[in-house]
Each structure stands twice: as C-alpha cells, then as structure tokens.
C-alpha cells in the first residue's frame, strides 16, 4: 500500500514539473516621469494558473479592493502602496502630487460621469480622467483621521462617505454629516455597505 502510494505522488510530481517548464518571465520597464510601468505576461505554457502574481512586483503587501471603470480600465486599491491602474496593457502604479506613495484604498466607485472616487486613508480622492483631486478635512471630513473605510454613489448622484467621524453625504465640494439617530446625536456608524 505504502509503495503503491509513493508511486503514484511520484507519477503526479513528474506531470507537475512536466507541465511547469517552459514559464516564460515578464521584463521590468521602468520609467522616470513618475509612473512606473510594467508588461503583463500573458502567454503561460502551464496549466496550473498563478496563484499569487503579486501583480508582477509592484504591490508589496495585498490588494484590498478592484474596480473596472466604463473605459475597460482596472483599478487596484492596495493596503499601503497606493493607486494601481491596468489599461489592458500595462500596470502603473499612480504618483498622486503631495500624496504618500503608500496610503492604503479602501474603496473604489464610479460616478455617472466618469469620474473614479477612492476612499482612502488620506480622505476622498477623485479622478476625473486628466487628474486627481483628494477632498479630506478641508471640506468639512470629521473624525480622528482622514480615512475613508465605506464609499457609493446612490441614484441621484449623491456621494455617501463612511469615516471616523460617521456617516457623510458629500456633493463634490462639502461633506454634510448624516444623522442617523432620531435623538438627533451624531452616529458613531462608519461603514457603507
């Protein structure tokens, strides 16, 4: 019985490793304009898919939320490294001006328009196809922090924000807290689901 099993791990491990030669690597490119840029490798001579890519060595620690916009674009938010983009081509990870590289993205959504929001460890972040812009305590954000942890867009077009400081409606410019108790006390709620 012992033989018959080792036999038979044997026979698997060599399909394995039959299977796995030939993997080809993909080539680092890296750019000094702030972006860096990888190629995806999409051609794999194996039938065992890759569990964890690590999206080619660009994400350090794990990807806490993705998103397709209505461009075909996806949008990966990371626990510490940012904004990652892949076009279908290439992945680039985003350099937002006077922004830490590594916030952590929480929540990613789209608006009728076009306009990607991320709720993020350093406020509400908007991108509007040529820029971004991060909407956080300026504009009224409460709480012990800046971060973002629940974020969609109801029918109307209104922004709903979960933070520290409770539940927000935000109209691109203001947040206004959202009371959600009937005694007329701030919520403590700071989640959206």
Same mark, same amino acid.
């Given at each position: ?5 080792? @036999?038979? &791990? ?8 039959? *299977? ?12 000094? @304009? ?21 999206? @080619? ?5 794990? =990807? ?40 952590? =993205? ?23 196809? &040529? ?6 305590? @300026? ?19 209104? &922004? ?18 959202? *009371? ?14």
């Amino acid at each position: 019985m012992i033989l018959k099993a080792r @036999n038979l &791990i044997l026979v698997l491990l060599t399909i394995q490793i039959t *299977l796995c030669t030939g993997q080809e690597k993909a080539i680092l490119v890296l750019k000094e @304009n702030g972006t860096t840029t990888q190629p995806i490798n999409l051609i794999q001579k194996t039938i065992f898919p890759q569990i964890h890519t690590n999206l @080619n060595g660009m994400v350090r620690e794990f =990807v806490r939320t993705m998103h397709q916009d209505k461009k075909g674009n996806y949008w990966f938010g990371t626990n510490g490294d940012g904004i990652i983009r892949y076009d279908g081509q290439i992945l680039e990870k985003i350099t937002i001006p006077n922004v830490s590289p590594h916030f952590r =993205v929480l929540e990613i959504v789209e608006d009728k328009v076009g306009n990607v929001w991320f709720g993020t460890s350093e406020g509400l972040m908007k991108y509007d196809g &040529i820029e971004f812009t991060t909407f956080s305590k @300026n504009e009224g954000l409460k709480g012990v922090n800046e971060e973002i942890w629940g974020l969609t867009i109801d029918r109307s077009g209104l &922004i709903w924000v979960g933070g520290y400081g409770g539940v927000f409606h935000f109209d691109g410019g203001v947040y206004t807290i959202f *009371l959600t108790r009937f005694d007329g006390r701030k919520s403590k709620t700071h989640a959206i689901r």
